[in-house]
Each structure stands twice: as structure tokens, then as C-alpha cells.
């Protein structure tokens, strides 16, 4: 078995006013895996992945990362964790003041000693990986919805993180923009073996992780062997509510018969 | 019962959090001495022309208000000593506050309300910036660096402003009584809570703008909503502590 990367055991979390935004959520990670995440609009999927950044605190309950108990972190403790994660923020939240190349620099340049200058090949590779090497020096405002997520996605993978958090990374998007950006991941997660989490409404993204591997000698993506590992290792989960309410493979998924579950599966159409 | 008080009594709670934090900070590793340059660019050559314009329209409006207040008791000479008095100890200093927190609460606000709604500063925060360290206190130095200054040239001006209406306009006086009245008349504790003043009023008005911008949620909406409320609550602690400083300092 291999090491465990993230685990949530009985977390909730209530705002002022707004009870059980997440409500009694267990789950875990391992080196490796994948995980999607699917849920309707204020399912609470943006505030779990925020919880295991630190970036909110739970109410209640456990979070481990990378095996360290990180509950009762304080900020300056999150601080030595978090560049072992990579985050793709559902808004963006790349730096409207700075250059494309700069916003890519700045985990490395922020958190390392590196100055720009030795930050740059690797800048430049991360950014030609999401083909989008000719932008560097034009700011976010000047780039489409699409090209702004395949910066948030080099951003967040440029330091080569032991996790990568994709916060709802084709929404908004048009179908031929989304399959770009989840064959971008899927290529990610195969180069950098990353254990990656993505959060989607869309069954088809989760299908695409589940059934396609990159081939990195034919550069295109391929279905992935009946009895792949990558394939055992995807792992889908359904929120509702602030609830967990379906945890499995793909085949799990597309056999419920929970009509809110069946909503982001395959075969949604038969119910 | 007491239900209606949470919602203030937290956000004051957030405020005094937020102002240690921001004050440690200036003594803390990293600096971010470029973004306070920008940030001192903003406020204070970016307040100039009005404050200009403010500060001479106040100072002539108190000569011209004066004027005839002062010829009922023969004490037309006494109209620089006026002038000066108030505007160093009260006008110059609430209406620079007022004129930058309309300016600058709501810029600093919409412009932290933005980066909090497109993630921009939880990003911050996982790429391992302090926001506080970072957008907090370069704003909250730059304030107060540039808002005793601008009140300092808001005074000055508006002593220029009644003069031009006391003696080439209505001869209230000579020139050179006007401006010896004037300069007399100031002690040390008109300059220094004219100083003082301008020092607490940019307190407020950056760290009013920080906490609301920095506390947005609900997307484009909650940037206007959090804007205005940062203009509305900046300006009304602006007079509570005018209230509270003069009425320190007229015991002295
Ligand atoms: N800072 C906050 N204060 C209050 N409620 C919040 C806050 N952030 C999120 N919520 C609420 O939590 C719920 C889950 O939000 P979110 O995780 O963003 O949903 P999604 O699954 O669409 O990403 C929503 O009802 C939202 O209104
Ligand atoms: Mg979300």
C-alpha cells in the first residue's frame, strides 16, 4: 500500500449562519490516486479542497497530510505544507498585476531561493507543457477563460507538488476548451505521477480521467488497458449537501440508482 | 436578546485582529517596500489636486463665514488667528480624511474585494505570501505617511484661501496682521492634535478598506457592497474620533 497523502476523518465545517457547509466527511488518498470530486453548485466541493490547503479551518474533525497531522496547524505551519501542493483555483486566482511568466515564477521564486532569472527554463517549460509558451510577458486580463486556466495549471504544477488540487477546472468552458484542459491533466498526471484531485459537474471529465492515459511516446492520449493500475486508482465521489453520498469506481457510479448520484454518471439517461 | 450586537461586536474583533497583525508586520521580514512606494503614489500624489482644491476653498469659506461674525464685534483683525485654529485643528484634518477615505477606502476595498472574489489572495496564501504582510500593511504605512502630509498642505492652503478673501477681497485686514495673527496664534497643542488626528484617521481608513475588501464574499456584487460599507464606516469613525481626540485635548 502505498503512502497516504491526504485524509479527512469526520470533518465538518459551519459558517456564521450557514450550518454544515461540510458535514461529517471521511476520506483518504494515497500516493498515486486520482480523485473526482463531483457535486452540484454549492455541493461544498470548493471548501473541502480549501480545508486540505489550510486555507480554511474545519470546525471539526481530523485532516492528515502527507502523514502529519496538519488540524491544528497555525499559518506559518502551513506555510512549510503547502509547497508540497498545487492548487488550480475554480476563479483563477492568478495575480491580475503581474505577467503571465511572472505568475508562474512566483511559486518558485516566492518559496525557493530562486531569483527570476534561474526560475525562467523552468517558468518556460511549465508554460509550453500547456502550450502557451508565447504569452509571457502579457498579462491575465489579455487571455481568453481557457488560456487563464492552462496558466493556473502550470502555476500550480511548476514546482513539482506531491499533490495537485484542480478546483473546477472546466467550468465555464466550452466542450472543446473542457477536453483540451482534461487531457492537459491527464498528460500532468502522468509526467509528474502527481496524486491528483479534480473537482468537476461534468461526468464527462470524470470519465476521461478514468479511462485515458497520456502516451508519452506517441504524445496522444490513449484508452487506458481493461486491467490498468491508473484505472484501479481513479476513484469517484459524489457530494451533496456537504455530504459524501457515493464513494467508488466508475462502474459503481454508473450502477447506482440514487437519482442525484446517476446525474454525473455515464448513463444518466436510462433513470 | 443581545443578537443584533454579534455582527459589529465580531467585525470589531476582526478589526483589532487585523490592526495588530498589519502593525507587527512593519517590523517583520519581508518588506515589500516597492508595493508601499505604489501604494504612497496612489494616496498621496493621486489625492494632491483635490486636497488642494478642498483645502483653499475651506480656508476662503471660513474667512468669508467669519467675516461678518467678526465685524459685529470690531474684531475684524482676528481673522487669520480664525482660520488657522480651525482649519489645523478640525476642518484640515476631517475634510483631507473624509476626501481620502471616498478616494482610497473604496479603492483599497474594491481593490482587495476583487483579488478576494477571483482567489486571488487565497492563492497568495498557498504560494506561501502572508496577504496581511503583503496588501495590509504597505497600505496601512503609505496611509500613514501620506495623510499627515496631505492634511499639512490642506492646512497651508487653506491659511492661502482666507487670506486671498480676507485681505484682497474684503479687506478685513493687512496683510501683514493677517498673517502674523495667523502664526501666532497656533500652539503646541493645535499643531499637535492636528497631527495626531490625521495619524488615527489614516489608521482607520486603511485598515477599514483592508477588512472590508479582504472579508468580500459573493462575488461582483459583494465588491460594490463591500466598497461603499468601507466609505460609510471609514467616515464615521473619522468624526467619533475627532469627538473623542478634541475632547482629549481641549482638557490639556
Ligand atoms: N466564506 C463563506 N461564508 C459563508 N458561507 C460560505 C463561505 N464559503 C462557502 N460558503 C457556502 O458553502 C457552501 C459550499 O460552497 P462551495 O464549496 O463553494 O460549493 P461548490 O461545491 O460549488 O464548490 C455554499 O452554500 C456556500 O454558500
Ligand atoms: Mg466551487
Known sequence: ?271 | MFDFLKSPILTFQEFISLAGRATINIVRRPFYANDMMIQMDVIGVGSLPITVLIGFFSGAVMALQMSRALSQYGATGQVGQITAITLVREMGPVLTALLVAGRNASGIASELGSMKVTEQIDAMRALGTDPVKKLVTPRLLAMCCTLPLLTILADMIGIIGGFIVAVPMLRLTTTEQYWNNAWRSLEYNDIAQGLLKPLVFAFIIALVGCLYGIRTTGGTQGVGRATTQAVVVASVWIFVFTFLITRVFVNL
Request: no cysteine; net charge neutral.
Open chain 1, 1 to 271: 500500500m502505498s503512502s497516504s497523502v491526504l485524509k479527512f476523518e469526520n470533518v465538518s465545517l459551519s459558517f456564521d449562519g450557514v450550518e454544515n457547509v461540510l458535514d461529517n466527511v471521511s476520506l483518504e488518498m494515497h500516493a498515486g490516486d486520482t480523485l473526482i470530486i463531483l457535486g452540484a453548485a454549492g455541493a461544498g466541493k470548493t471548501v473541502m479542497v480549501k480545508i486540505a490547503l489550510g486555507l480554511l479551518g474545519s470546525t471539526s474533525g481530523r485532516i492528515t497530510l502527507f502523514g502529519q497531522d496538519v488540524t491544528k496547524f497555525t499559518e506559518p505551519q502551513w506555510f512549510t505544507i503547502r509547497p508540497r501542493i498545487g492548487m488550480l483555483f475554480q476563479e483563477g486566482g492568478l495575480f491580475d498585476s503581474l505577467t503571465i511568466e511572472e505568475n508562474v515564477a512566483y511559486p518558485l521564486v516566492n518559496r525557493t531561493k530562486m531569483t527570476a532569472e534561474q526560475a525562467k527554463p523552468k517558468v518556460e517549460e511549465a508554460l509550453k507543457f500547456v502550450e502557451l509558451g508565447h504569452t509571457l510577458d502579457k498579462f491575465p486580463s489579455e487571455l481568453s477563460g481557457g488560456m487563464r486556466r492552462r496558466v493556473g495549471i502550470a502555476r500550480a504544477a511548476v514546482s513539482d507538488p506531491d499533490l495537485l488540487l484542480y478546483d473546477s477546472p472546466t467550468a465555464g468552458l466550452d466542450p472543446i476548451t473542457a477536453n483540451r484542459i482534461m487531457a492537459l491533466i491527464i498528460q500532468e498526471r502522468e509526467i509528474r505521477n502527481a496524486t491528483s484531485a479534480i473537482i468537476s459537474h461534468r461526468f464527462q471529465d470524470g470519465h476521461m480521467m478514468a479511462n485515458f492515459r497520456y502516451n508519452p511516446e506517441s504524445k496522444k492520449l490513449e484508452r487506458m488497458p481493461e486491467d490498468s493500475p491508473l484505472r484501479q486508482r481513479t476513484r469517484f465521489l459524489v457530494m451533496h449537501d456537504g455530504r459524501i453520498v457515493f464513494e467508488g469506481n466508475e462502474r459503481e457510479l454508473d450502477a447506482s440508482r440514487d437519482p442525484y448520484v446517476s446525474k454525473f454518471s455515464m448513463h444518466r439517461s436510462i433513470h
